[in-house]
């Protein structure tokens, strides 16, 4: 695999502030970007995702922003609740519609 | 929504045993089915890519005597881990994709198997 195995950074937030995860990739002929949220002895869970040609896409209470030019993700989450608690993880879409992950991050949020 | 099941969701077994681990399309048809694997704290690690009817290909490092991947049906892909030891011990998890869908859609997860070997 391609994905370094390092361990996972934290970000601890307080319930109801904004948060930004970031996620640097790693192949800048990727077309495709997806972030995941993962729940501890779960698999993925798919958020939101954004296409090369776009450089930002909101949903509900996310927002996805890409940089090309430093190969650079954000995904922003207003108004952070308890339940978003997770680890998250950016993916890139490489050749052959596989899935490389980012590091990942996990998120604390205190009530 | 769509939905990927595997099953067993958790396996504990004895050093030397073949553990066999399901992968399945519930409610649509897979004809790429994707194999990870997570250590704890970690990220995922893409195995291998299970294609519908002929051989999966490997990503570099993962041996395929080790991991056979059999997709014999549009709906299902199995993971074999052949005389396990606990060195491969982990979570594994798999993915797949809609045929219907272009590359530029996302992969359905299933819940993961947590592997021990003993």
């Known amino acids: 695999g391609e994905s370094v195995g390092l361990h996972l950074p934290t970000l601890s937030v307080q319930e109801g502030d904004n948060s930004i995860i970031n996620c640097a990739y790693s192949?800048?002929?990727?077309?495709?970007f997806i972030w995941y949220k993962q729940e501890s002895g779960k698999g993925p869970q798919f958020i939101i995702d954004?296409?090369?040609?776009?450089d930002k896409r909101q949903g509900q209470r996310v927002t996805v922003l890409l940089n090309k030019t430093v190969k650079h993700l954000s995904l922003q989450i207003a108004a952070t609740q308890p339940g978003d608690s997770a680890v998250y993880f950016c993916?890139?879409?490489?050749?052959?519609?596989?899935?490389?992950f980012g590091q990942g991050t996990e998120l604390s949020v205190k009530p | 929504g769509a939905v990927v099941s595997q099953h067993p969701s958790r396996v504990i077994c004895k050093s030397g045993t073949s553990v066999k681990i399901e992968c399945r399309s519930l409610?649509?048809?897979?004809?790429?089915m994707f194999w990870y694997r997570q250590f704890p704290k970690q990220s995922l690690m893409l195995m291998a890519t299970s294609n519908e009817g002929s051989k999966a290909t490997y990503e570099q490092g993962v041996e395929k005597d080790k991991f056979l991947i059999n997709h014999a049906s549009l709906t299902l892909s199995t993971l074999t881990v052949t005389s396990a030891h606990p060195e491969d011990s982990s979570f594994y998890i798999c993915?797949?994709?809609?045929?219907?869908?272009?590359?530029?859609?996302?992969?359905?997860f299933g819940d993961g198997t947590r592997l021990s070997i003993l």
């Open positions: 993916a890139e879409n490489i050749q052959g519609g596989k899935l490389i």
């Open positions: 409610d649509f048809q897979a004809t790429t």
């Open positions: 993915s797949a994709r809609d045929r219907r869908s272009g590359l530029e859609q996302p992969q359905h």
């Open positions: 192949n800048s002929a990727s077309d495709y």
């Open positions: 954004i296409r090369s040609n776009m």
